[in-house]
Nanobody, 123 residues
Framework: QVQLVESGGGLVQAGESLRLSCAASGLAFSSYSMAWFRQAPGKEREFVAALSRSGSMTYYQASVRGRFKISRDNAKNTAYLQMSSLKPEDTAVYYC????????????????WGQGTQVTVSS
């Protein structure tokens, strides 16, 4: 059974940083691209960042490029999202997903999802 478990969310002030983690089990982690999406209240789930199987290729939504960094540790079956210079508009539930496609930015390309972790940025 595939499980993705996100952690690391919380309440921070604008300008601060957070690091999210996504621990995977039940799948051949290094065979999957990983991504982070987010969903704010009343809005659709949107792409944030994606990472290839080896970690050599990264993809970012324009609004987070330069502030967020996606990474992975295949030995630990874990993906990360380092978020810096957080803004109130980054407030959302953040989800990690796994996909056999490289660089996919549509949620329907992702086969497995975690339960999400809440990130709240106050102004």
């Amino acid at each position: 059974q595939v499980q993705l478990v996100e952690s690391g969310g919380g309440l921070v002030q604008a300008g601060e940083s957070l690091r999210l983690s996504c621990a995977a089990s039940g799948l051949a982690f290094s065979s999957y691209s990983m991504a982070w999406f987010r969903q704010a209240p009343g809005k659709e789930r949107e792409f944030v960042a994606a990472l290839s199987r080896s970690g050599s290729m990264t993809y970012y939504q324009a609004s987070v490029r330069g502030r967020f960094k996606i990474s992975r540790d295949n030995a630990k079956n874990t993906a990360y999202l380092q978020m810096s210079s957080l803004k109130p508009e980054d407030t959302a539930v953040y989800y990690c997903g796994s996909s056999l496609k490289i660089g996919a930015q549509d949620s329907w390309d992702y086969d497995n999802w975690g339960q999400g972790t809440q990130v709240t940025v106050s102004s």
